[in-house]
T-cell receptor, first 106, second 115 residues
Framework: AQRVTQPEKLLSVFKGAPVELKCNYS??????LFWYVQYSRQRLQLLLR??SRESIKGFTADLNKGETSFHLKKPFAQEEDSAMYYC????????FGDGTTLTVKP | DAGVIQSPRHEVTEMGQEVTLRCKPI?????LFWYRQTMMRGLELLIY????????DSGMPEDRFSAKMPNASFSTLKIQPSEPRDSAVYFC?????????????FGSGTQLSVL
């Protein structure tokens, strides 16, 4: 069975500080992993996916198969990054983690 | 395309009433997902369809919940009878075939309150 774990429900950092949102997964096959973001009063939207190895809004995420992790990182957090972040694993259906609420304080 | 369209945006009902949530996926998408979001449990997959056929409904909480997809452009999630613990935001999402099919497009959600 596939499973996604985000150990932190809440994460608070100051503007300009580095931020890392943790995600661990369990899946027997080769995973397709994503990060989704939900800003206040907006719909859930894709932030980035591991397969494209892209950087979106300064965020990056590296798939570490040895540690079965897909942590989301940004070197300098901005106030507009405050949102709910979901890590997801896709194999037919999509399994989401419980989400992490990031608050970036001024 | 207007994206995934859900209706209603808000629903307030009394316990015991039937609730029907509606979703119109993006044209051409062959996967449709229903999710429920709560503060306590985060985002939970309830059921998903592929080419209008239910593939996995193991996330449906109980028999009070049912979902249908009579055609490629419409799906419903029904709760009968509704209970206060069903209060949540219900999201519909769709994805399309081809190399980009793994990306989900979400609707705006239906905020359900059961009193």
């Amino acid at each position: 069975a596939q499973r996604v774990t985000q150990p932190e429900k809440l994460l608070s950092v100051f503007k300009g500080a580095p931020v890392e949102l943790k995600c661990n997964y369990s899946y027997s096959g080769s995973p397709e992993l994503f990060w989704y973001v939900q800003y206040s009063r907006q719909r859930l939207q894709l932030l980035l996916r591991h397969i494209s190895r892209e950087s979106i809004k300064g965020f990056t995420a590296d798939l570490n198969k040895g540690e079965t992790s897909f942590h989301l990182k940004k070197p300098f957090a901005q106030e507009e990054d405050s949102a709910m972040y979901y890590c997801a694993l896709r194999s037919g259906k999509s399994t989401f983690g419980d989400g992490t609420t990031l608050t970036v304080k001024p | 395309d207007a994206g995934v369209i859900q209706s209603p945006r808000h629903e307030v009902t009394e316990m015991g009433q039937e609730v029907t949530l509606r979703c119109k996926p993006i044209s051409g998408h062959d996967y449709l997902f229903w999710y429920r979001q709560t503060m306590m449990r985060g985002l939970e997959l309830l059921i998903y369809f592929n080419n209008n056929v239910p593939i996995d409904d193991s996330g449906m909480p109980e028999d009070r919940f049912s979902a249908k997809m009579p055609n490629a452009s419409f799906s419903t999630l029904k709760i009968q009878p509704s209970e206060p613990r069903d209060s949540a935001v219900y999201f519909c999402a769709s994805s399309h075939r081809g190399p980009l099919r793994e990306k989900l497009f979400f609707g705006s959600g239906t905020q359900l309150s059961v009193l």
